[in-house]
């Protein structure tokens, strides 16, 4: 059966196999010319208008619509048994909508599903230690006991030992890889992408036979960040990539949380260092469950025990700046992070950032699930 997609869709795959065009990049081209379509049909003049676009790269883009690449690319998505999503169809999951910079293009090999958008991201070191695995294996058997979907990389150590758990425990589990789905990497995790594939999916923004360069990793974790409500970083250096997802999810306004290690442990530098900046502490599946769900069954019952909370304050509390303030007076009731974002119409970093030195000052308290009330 042939391989078939809208024409939209086709002309944004040319488009994403231009070298040198990205997701920022295709966003300005589709914000200035309206469609993918529009754009390879416009002139070098026009292109070459918008930032970035070197008269190169324009005749490049002229170009593509001529060559045979995108015909190529569907051939080699039907033979690897892959297929597109793009931004703003029924299937593109909609964590990954509102991120900075999502994919306009998804491949996929394997099946989404709306269970997956209760999703937690497991990742962390690939030269993990045997306490690392065992952490790994036990947060991601709990977790799709639950029927929470487990998110990771395919990398070696943590994000293999966490799809392996989760696909041992019967539940779903997702990859997000940085190169092509026509060759795994690392090869020897060809078995377990397999596996993932048929309770979860294989997903990538990279075409198909694109090697997993160096630099395609760290812009990889925005969308495991991005597709999760929870990231756990569960072993990490100092200088893992790790913590590069844990960074995007902090932008993204996602619960970091992470896992404690010995402070001799090198291994664990990165994700002590994390719970000293901020990090939610993560000590087993408990600690998950209540970030992921908001409120924890004790918290609850002490919140029925306790007496009356006295009224607030009639006005907002001295030493607050603009933001601070406007946050303060939104407060009247516990409220997410991204209704605080919503509301502000703010970016989610400078909303984190005041909430981060409010916490500081004592006037706002931090609760499960990524929501803040008054103090």
């Known amino acids: 059966m042939a391989f078939t997609v809208s024409a939209e869709v086709r002309d944004l795959l040319t488009l994403s196999l231009v070298p040198g065009i990205g997701p920022r990049l295709t966003a300005a081209l589709l914000e200035r010319f309206g469609s993918a379509t529009a754009a390879l049909r416009a002139s070098s003049a026009e292109l070459s208008a918008i930032p970035f676009i070197t008269p190169r790269l324009a005749e490049c883009i002229q170009q593509a619509s001529q060559r045979s690449d995108a015909a190529a690319e569907l ?5 690897h048994g892959v297929r597109l999503i793009s931004l703003g169809s029924s299937e593109y999951p909609s964590a990954l909508v509102n991120i900075n910079d999502p994919p306009y293009l998804l491949y996929v090999r394997g099946t989404l599903t709306a269970a997956d958008a209760n999703a ?5 070191s690939r030269r993990c230690t045997d306490y690392g695995r065992r952490i790994a294996a036990r947060l991601a058997a709990g977790l799709a006991r639950t029927g929470v979907t487990v998110i990771s990389g395919l990398a070696r150590g943590i994000d293999g030992t966490a799809h392996r758990a989760a696909l041992e425990a019967g539940g779903r589990t997702l990859a997000v890889l940085a190169g092509g789905l ?4 690392p090869p020897e995790h060809a078995d377990l992408a ?8 294989l997903l990538t923004e990279s075409m198909m036979d694109q090697e997993p360069l160096a630099g395609l990793f760290p812009v990889r974790n925005r969308i495991i960040s991005g597709l999760s409500k929870v990231v756990v ?21 996602r619960t970091v949380m992470a896992v404690p290690g010995s402070v001799e442990a090198a291994s664990s530098g990165g994700a002590n260092d994390l719970i000293r900046k901020g990090a939610v502490l993560c000590r087993g599946i408990e600690d998950v469950l209540e970030e992921l769900h908001g ?6 019952a002490e919140k029925k025990a306790a007496p009356p909370s006295p009224p607030p304050p009639s006005g907002p509390p001295p030493g607050l700046d603009g933001d601070q303030r406007r ?7 516990a ?3 991204d209704q605080l974002v919503q509301r502000l119409g703010l970016a989610v970093p400078q909303v984190s950032g005041a909430l981060m030195m409010m916490e500081m000052k004592k006037v706002v308290r931090r609760l499960p699930g990524n929501r803040y009330e008054r103090c």
Not at 194 to 201: K, L, T
Not at 295 to 300: G, L
């Open 75 to 79: 051939e080699r998505m039907q033979k």
């Open 120 to 124: 937690v991201a497991l990742v962390g």
């Open 182 to 185: 026509s060759r795994i990497y």
């Open 194 to 201: 397999r596996q993932v594939e048929a309770s979860g999916a």
């Open 233 to 253: 970083i569960v072993e990490a250096a100092e200088k893992s990539g790790a913590l590069i997802t844990a960074h995007h999810a902090a932008e993204q306004g």
């Open 295 to 300: 409120v924890s069954a004790q918290a609850t």
């Open 327 to 333: 946050i303060w007076e939104m407060l009247t009731e």
């Open 335 to 337: 409220c997410h992070l």
